[in-house]
């Protein structure tokens, strides 16, 4: 079974502060994504990597960076947080054509 | 653009009835289709769809891909109130990365 696992499901922080979002996989994956997702809006893409070292920016990347240093790992930073980065957010890694999510994170800025 | 639009984007059915779910998409570089299942958490799979005319089933759900009108459809037969989810379609692209429609929810009641 493929894992994927993020390093918090509920995150406060207060506006202003760096904020680490960690994603996980055990399938040695060359693809990972991390989205966030609000409602009325579905799910956008923030970031993509196809291999370490490597990240391609999506369709919202303003406000966030990302660190791909090891296959398995893909970290999504906020350098700054603002409420408007409420949100939830999912990890996913793929294989191939599929995508599989992790359990998401629902970061509150305060 | 890549594009994704779903229909209806919600429904309401009784259990036992059998649903229908649309998705029609506009891509540039086809590589597959996706469909995932949303509760209250990280979407979970469903499907992946990569040729025409090829139906995928597991238990009551099934779905099918046609390549040359740009669509999918995901099929729910005998619905039960556990079925209630927002239902997700995503493309895949050569770019490696994915495009979420907006989901379709269905509330299946008693």
């Known amino acids: 079974d493929v894992k994927v696992t993020q390093s918090s499901r509920y995150l406060v922080k207060r506006t202003g502060e760096k904020v680490f979002l960690e994603c996980v996989q055990d399938m040695d994956h060359e693809n990972m994504f991390w989205y966030r997702q609000d409602p009325g809006l579905g799910l956008r893409l923030i970031y993509f990597?196809?291999?370490?070292?490597?990240?391609e920016k999506g369709d919202i990347p303003e406000g966030y960076s990302v660190s791909r240093e090891k296959k398995e790992r893909f970290s999504l930073i906020l350098e700054s947080a603002s409420t408007n980065q409420t949100s939830m957010y999912l990890c996913a890694s793929s294989p191939d054509r599929g995508q599989y999510f992790g359990p998401g994170t629902r970061l509150t800025v305060t | 653009e890549d594009k994704v639009v779903q229909s209806p984007l919600s429904l309401v059915v009784h259990e036992g009835d059998t649903v229908t779910l649309n998705c029609s998409y506009e891509v540039t570089n086809f590589r597959s289709l996706l469909w995932y299942k949303q509760e209250k958490k990280a979407p979970t799979f469903l499907f992946m769809l990569?040729?025409?005319?090829i139906e995928k089933k597991s238990g009551r759900l099934s779905s099918i891909l046609d390549k040359k009108e740009l669509f999918s459809i995901l099929n729910i037969t005998a619905t039960q109130t556990g079925d209630s989810a927002v239902y997700l379609c995503a493309l895949g692209n050569y770019g490696q990365n994915f495009v979420f429609g907006p989901g379709t929810r269905l509330s299946v009641l008693p």
């Open positions: 990569t040729s025409s005319g």
């Open positions: 990597s196809y291999d370490v070292k490597m990240k």
